[in-house]
């Protein structure tokens, strides 16, 4: 809660080792959701460059596409789940996600097939996030042959 409340550069520094410790090491399921939850807040809040973030993210995609056995969880849901919204949380503050939406969204789209709806729903969201990441507005260059006629401002007043 402190990190979330009083924001520092230094806190991510003092805890991204023994979080991930705790995540890869503790016995406890619980614990290591909790941990990979911690390390999101603490990356999003506590002063992790932009290749921290990153290589962050690539650390939860991994426990993702390993369905928790990279983390010696297998098929556990609560780190799977955690790891989902903690990469998506952090995927907001990237500008630029091209040349790790790809990879991402192929492992988001195998959880859609998970048995547990939070699995499904986390990775629902994620898709749908890079999906809106992706989004730019259709410009002349775009090859669109459109006329200001052939656009509709409103969608109720299309015929039909």
């Given at each position: 809660?402190?990190?979330?409340?009083?924001?520092?550069?230094?806190?991510?520094?003092?805890?991204?080792?023994?979080?991930?410790?705790?995540?890869?090491?503790?016995?406890?399921?619980p614990?290591?959701?909790?941990?990979?939850h911690?390390?999101?807040?603490?990356?999003?809040?506590?002063?992790?460059?932009d290749?921290?973030?990153?290589?962050?993210?690539?650390?939860l995609?991994?426990?993702?596409?390993?369905?928790?056995s990279?983390?010696?969880?297998?098929?556990?849901?609560?780190?799977?789940?955690?790891?989902?919204?903690?990469?998506?949380?952090?995927?907001?503050?990237?500008?630029?996600?091209?040349?790790?939406?790809?990879e991402?969204?192929?492992?988001?789209?195998?959880?859609?097939?998970?048995?547990?709806?939070g699995?499904?729903?986390?990775?629902?969201?994620?898709?749908?996030?890079?999906?809106?990441?992706?989004?730019r507005?259709?410009?002349?260059?775009?090859?669109?042959?459109?006329?200001?006629?052939?656009?509709?401002?409103?969608?109720?007043?299309?015929?039909?």
């Amino acid at each position: 809660m402190t990190v979330i409340t009083s924001p520092s550069d230094l806190i991510y520094e003092a805890v991204c080792g023994p979080l991930k410790r705790i995540i890869s090491d503790s016995t406890s399921v619980p614990s290591k959701a909790a941990a990979v939850h911690c390390l999101g807040i603490c990356t999003f809040f506590g002063g992790a460059s932009d290749d921290e973030i990153l290589d962050n993210m690539a650390y939860l995609l991994e426990i993702v596409a390993s369905d928790g056995s990279f983390i010696d969880a297998q098929d556990e849901v609560d780190p799977v789940v955690a790891a989902l919204e903690e990469w998506g949380a952090l995927s907001t503050l990237i500008d630029d996600l091209e040349g790790e939406s790809e990879e991402a969204a192929e492992y988001f789209v195998e959880q859609l097939s998970s048995s547990d709806p939070g699995v499904q729903i986390a990775a629902g969201e994620n898709i749908a996030l890079l999906y809106e990441k992706s989004y730019r507005p259709l410009t002349e260059d775009d090859g669109g042959d459109f006329s200001e006629t052939d656009i509709i401002s409103d969608p109720d007043d299309s015929a039909g």
